[in-house]
């Protein structure tokens, strides 16, 4: 099903995809971004990994810890604030006076370098973004330059990510529906809300799963350097984020030259993550989140991260159960690249299980099913593979598929347009701190975005008008609307 689409067409996707990321008109953000982004600063114009010259320690003067919309130019960050850490083994003797999340390492000590907690796959890729500024004396503190250009790095990761995913999606399905699929998945996962927003871990992975699935999920046999560079894009997602590394097994299915080269592949990937914890840490193997536990029951981690009413996958967006439909059309015996897609499932549910062990597995403070979303690219490529063989050929599967997907629409604008952490997610208490409000239906999160969408006011009605002409535009470079002659 695929077809020649010209460069121009494929850069006006770009950039009008680019201004959807930014015509919600909300800055959508958290202070854990900032190591990302003051990364450039500190190779840069220290020459190091470390973040000590942007923190004060406990016992300074106090000053600005932790910056905010109306403080711009904060003096200092907090070397003790949950997004830092040692570099190398802690020699603090007390406990820390901020907030750290469990289980992860502990705060550095008074005379201890400070390193980022996070793997610096994100800031790997948002450097180039950064470089300039720091080359021409930028101060590094200015809040706005580090939310602004954040979200344009963030952005475009995002896009370039989802012109692959659109590319490989229309090799199963119609031109329509490979439209349709892209604005499901632009405007009805994360994408929209939080992976274009700043600089966090999502559009990083999302970029090296949609690579990995452009390379080889192919109607023709798959040449072994196509197996080889999906492991390297695979191997760096886990630079990115650790756990893009369960994919790499399952991709090559099950053959066992495609899975060596897979393998060896991710191994030279994931270099750049070993040296960087060699020269932050001391030791390649250790990493910046610590020793997380990975003690919650499986059950109720399952029940948080698919049905609770807050974090649920299936209750964010249950058109995505439309994927795993796909799997009873599948017939591996017949096609390794059914196989292929079937492995998918499979490394998705072994992701799943992961996460629902993990005790932090609402993800922190942020809107809708934060730790699978970083999959939703396997998932989508599952639903147009299923609707280019039948999966939607009844109308009442039609209607079931677009109801829920308005449904998932509606969220998730809404969160782009007025979504800010310090509202629900803090109060009355920090979910962070009383995890059931997650399970609580009486008060979901989705509930107080909607609520709180009239609140927006004049904002939200320019922010949707300026959304809409975007759209429009988009969709007649597509040909869906009819262009004046």
Not at 8 to 28: G, P, S, T
Not at 37 to 49: I, N, Q, R, S, Y
Not at 74 to 100: I, K, M, N, W
Request: hydrophobic share 55%.
């Amino acid at each position: 099903m695929n077809e020649r689409v010209g460069v121009a067409r494929w850069q006006m996707r770009a950039l009008l995809l680019f201004v959807l990321a930014f015509a919600n008109l909300n800055d959508i953000w958290s202070p854990d971004v900032l190591p990302n982004a003051l990364f450039a600063w500190t190779v840069v114009e220290e020459g190091d990994l470390d973040y000590d010259e942007f923190v004060f320690r406990r016992g300074e003067p106090a000053q600005q810890s932790m910056p905010t919309p109306s403080n711009f130019f904060p003096e200092r960050l907090d070397s003790e604030a949950y997004f830092f850490r040692a570099c190398g083994e802690s020699t603090a003797t007390e406990p820390p006076l901020a907030t750290r999340s469990p289980g992860g390492p502990p705060p550095p000590g008074p005379n201890d370098h400070v390193c980022s907690i996070f793997p610096p796959g994100i800031a790997f890729l948002a450097f180039p973004f950064f470089a300039p500024f720091v080359l021409a004396g930028a101060e590094p503190l200015n809040l706005g330059l580090l939310v602004r250009v954040g979200h344009v790095a963030a952005a475009v990761i995002e896009v370039i990510a989802t012109l692959f995913l659109w590319s490989v999606m229309r090799r199963f399905a119609s031109e329509r529906w490979s439209l349709a699929l892209v604005l499901l998945y632009f405007f009805g996962t994360s994408v929209r809300t939080i992976a274009s927003q700043a600089l966090w871990q999502h559009a990083g992975v999302h970029l090296a799963v949609a690579i990995a699935l452009w390379l080889v999920f192919l109607t023709r046999p798959v040449a072994l350097w196509r197996e080889l560079a999906a492991g390297v894009a695979l191997g760096f997602g886990t630079v990115v984020r650790q756990t893009t590394a369960m994919l790499v097994p399952f991709v090559p299915a099950a053959r066992i030259r495609a899975t060596i080269l897979a393998i060896i592949g991710a191994a030279i990937g994931v270099v750049p993550l070993l040296m960087y914890n060699a020269y932050a840490f001391g030791n390649p193997l250790e990493q910046g989140y610590g020793t997380k536990p990975f003690d919650t029951s499986p059950l109720v981690g399952l029940y948080g991260i698919l049905l609770s009413p807050s974090r649920g996958l299936f209750v964010y967006e249950p058109y995505i159960l439309f994927a795993f439909a796909t799997i009873v059309l599948l017939k591996p015996s017949r096609d390794h690249l059914e196989l292929r897609l079937l492995s998918l499932a499979y490394a998705w549910a072994a992701t799943a299980i992961l996460y629902s062990t993990y005790a932090e597995w609402w993800g922190g403070r942020v809107f809708g099913p934060r730790f699978l979303d970083d999959l939703a690219p396997a998932l989508f490529l599952l639903i147009a593979w299923g609707i280019g063989h039948g999966l939607l050929a009844q109308w009442p599967a039609r209607v079931l598929f677009g109801v829920c997907a308005v449904w998932s629409l509606l969220i998730f604008q809404a969160a782009a347009f007025v979504y800010d952490q310090n509202t629900w997610d803090l109060h009355p208490t920090n979910i962070n701190v009383d995890p059931a409000r997650l399970l609580d239906w009486s008060d979901p999160q989705w509930l107080f975005v909607l609520r709180s969408v009239p609140e927006g006011g004049v904002k939200v009605v320019v922010a949707a008008g300026l959304s809409a002409l975007a759209l429009l535009f988009l969709l007649r470079v597509e040909s869906v609307l009819p262009s004046r002659r």
